[in-house]
């Protein structure tokens, strides 16, 4: 089933930026100020890649190649998700997807690690939402 509702994404030119939003449904909007978030993508032919998460303290977390351009961001009121991105460049092309690790509060501090560089702790998707950047 799906829980959760990206949006937002689109085609634009490099060095644009783009804001996704990731909503959560029904008894996950209710629970959602207790769940770790994260922002995956992934590009036909290659694997998903972890790009940000952020726990239930507003404490996030980049992966190298969007340090600095993204800002990953939550407002547990309205149960939404949202990825500023910056400076985009064609090597973002992708399907961006939210995802959550309900089982880990921390996304997995506690454990020495984080969501986005283990995503099979992820146990709930949204569909995607397609970014294209030209050059």
């Known amino acids: 089933q799906i829980r959760f509702a990206e949006s937002g994404g689109g085609s634009v030119q490099a060095g644009d930026s783009l804001r996704l939003s990731c909503e959560a449904m029904?008894?996950?909007?209710?629970?959602?100020?207790?769940?770790?978030m994260a922002w995956f993508r992934q590009s036909p032919g290659k694997e998903r890649e972890g790009i940000a998460d952020?726990?239930?303290?507003?404490?996030?977390t980049y992966a190298d190649s969007v340090k600095g351009r993204f800002t990953i961001s939550r407002d547990n009121d309205k149960g939404t998700l949202y990825l500023q991105m910056n400076s985009l460049k064609p090597e973002d092309t992708a399907m961006y997807y939210c995802a959550t690790d309900t089982r880990s509060p921390t996304c997995g501090r506690d454990r020495g690690t984080h969501l986005i560089l283990d995503p099979t702790r992820a146990n709930y998707w949204g569909r995607g939402t397609q970014v294209t950047v030209s050059s």
């Open positions: 029904d008894y996950d909007r209710l629970m959602y100020g207790y769940y770790c």
């Open positions: 952020i726990d239930t303290h507003n404490v996030p």
